[in-house]
């Protein structure tokens, strides 16, 4: 008898695109000690939790601190005050029917996107935009429900669907039979999103061909167009075919207080091998209950103060803030001559590299030239050669600074 590792991790291609961009910028600053760089590479967030949330938070601590009314384990699901908060205030208000009972609140999309697929069979055909927030991929590399990666950066087994300028970053359904789509809109990395007449096409296709949908809304909150939805159940026939997956972290800085949620509507179901159907959402509940405790409740009572009247103020002018940003940015690479696509209702801008330029010759031309580092897109995926991807999570002053430098710059 041997210990042996499970194999399937094996197979999983070491996160390249980070360290690299880390030793180039490294490397360019150590030849250049007095380079002042400004980093648009990063997808996290830069400004501070609001104050409704803040004192929200507090409080709850303070609660923890008093014998009467502290709080051990709290429900697996998530504290009833928090799912009826999101489902008034995220769903209601927009017409759109989600009970608390169909909420799970969790610490993170990246953790439901990636532990989802295990409540599905690992005969299951998954697709995957291209390029794409890797977390889908790599965890159904880890399950077993590939084979491992090609020359081309593509691993076997996965449907790959070419999101480019070609077809306006709008996914083209399947030719062959899937199973689990994963979509993200607003997406990452490309910044483009769906509008409802798009978005309703998948749902039809998914009904039709019996698949699920599995739809990343991490960027809900920076849609500024009238005709894009904010949640997949919008569309007539979503409740049947999609789990939704929405997150603290984007709309109101949580990237480092931790908390999201998962929608699983009660009529979705599955069936297993001998064709007997089996409601999703207990399965999910199943496989919380197992291997998740809960989010702690001073985390939750922040998030529910997101939803608060001074909640909701402060988390718009962030986010006016982020996609002024991004507006400076369009603005900079139009007059720079560049093609660019998102930063509307996204906080990404996803750039078509210059004529004759990859993505890394363009990493190094920003970094060189202009001391403005950003992410080579061929990291999101093989579609993402030749574009780049920078994003509106900075200083407005960074923003300007960076932006200015580009504009130098002639292509
Ligand atoms: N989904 C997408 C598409 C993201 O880009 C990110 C974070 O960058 C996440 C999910 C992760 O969200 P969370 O912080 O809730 O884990």
Request: negative net charge; glycine residues 8%.
């Amino acid at each position: 008898m041997m210990v042996t590792v499970n194999e399937n991790y094996l197979l999983l291609k070491s996160s390249y695109i980070f360290s690299e961009i880390n030793r180039r910028v490294e490397e360019f600053q150590t030849r250049n000690p007095d380079a002042d760089i400004i980093r648009m590479g990063i997808g996290d967030v830069t400004r501070p939790l609001p104050g409704a949330v803040v004192e929200a938070f507090h409080r709850a601590v303070d609660e923890m601190a008093g014998e009467e009314t502290f709080r051990g384990y709290g429900p697996e699901q998530g504290y009833p005050f928090l799912r009826e908060a999101i489902a008034e205030n995220d769903y209601a208000s927009r017409g759109v029917d989600v009970t608390p009972d169909e909420i799970f609140i969790s610490d993170g999309a990246k953790c439901d996107t990636g532990n989802i697929q295990e409540i599905f069979g690992l005969d299951n055909v998954v697709a995957v935009t291209d390029p794409v927030y890797p977390v889908y991929v790599e965890s159904n590399v880890m399950a077993g429900r590939t084979g491992p990666m090609d020359e081309s950066g593509r691993y076997e087994g996965l449907v790959y669907l070419p999101c480019t300028e070609e077809n306006d970053f709008i996914p083209p359904l399947p030719e062959e039979k899937v199973d689990l789509i994963y979509l993200c809109y607003p997406n990452n990395p490309t910044g483009t999103a769906l509008t409802h007449k798009q978005l309703a096409e998948w749902v039809d296709y998914a009904r039709d061909a019996g698949g699920i949908i599995l739809f990343d809304a991490a960027y809900e909150a920076y849609i500024q167009e009238d005709n894009i939805p904010h949640s997949i159940y919008e569309i007539e026939g979503a409740r049947e075919v999609a789990v939704e997956f929405r997150s603290f972290s984007k709309n109101a800085g949580f990237t480092g207080t931790r908390c999201a949620f998962t929608v699983v509507p009660e009529e979705l179901e599955v069936p297993d091998s001998e064709g007997k159907m089996h409601a999703l959402k207990d399965l999910w509940n199943r496989r919380q209950t197992t291997k998740f405790n809960g989010v702690s409740y001073p985390v939750q009572r922040a998030a529910e103060a997101v939803y608060t009247p001074e909640g909701q103020r402060e988390i718009r002018e962030s986010i006016d803030y982020y996609m002024e940003n991004a507006k400076i940015i369009r603005e900079s690479l139009e007059k720079a001559g560049l093609r660019y696509y998102g930063g509307v209702n996204a906080p990404y801008i996803w750039i078509r590299t210059p004529e004759g330029m990859d993505s890394w010759q363009f990493f190094d031309r920003l970094l060189n030239d202009a001391e403005v580092v950003g992410t080579p897109g061929v990291g999101f995926g093989p579609s993402g050669e030749g574009y780049f991807r920078l994003t509106a999570f900075n200083s407005l002053k960074n923003t300007v600074r960076a932006m200015e430098r580009l504009s130098e710059l002639s292509f």
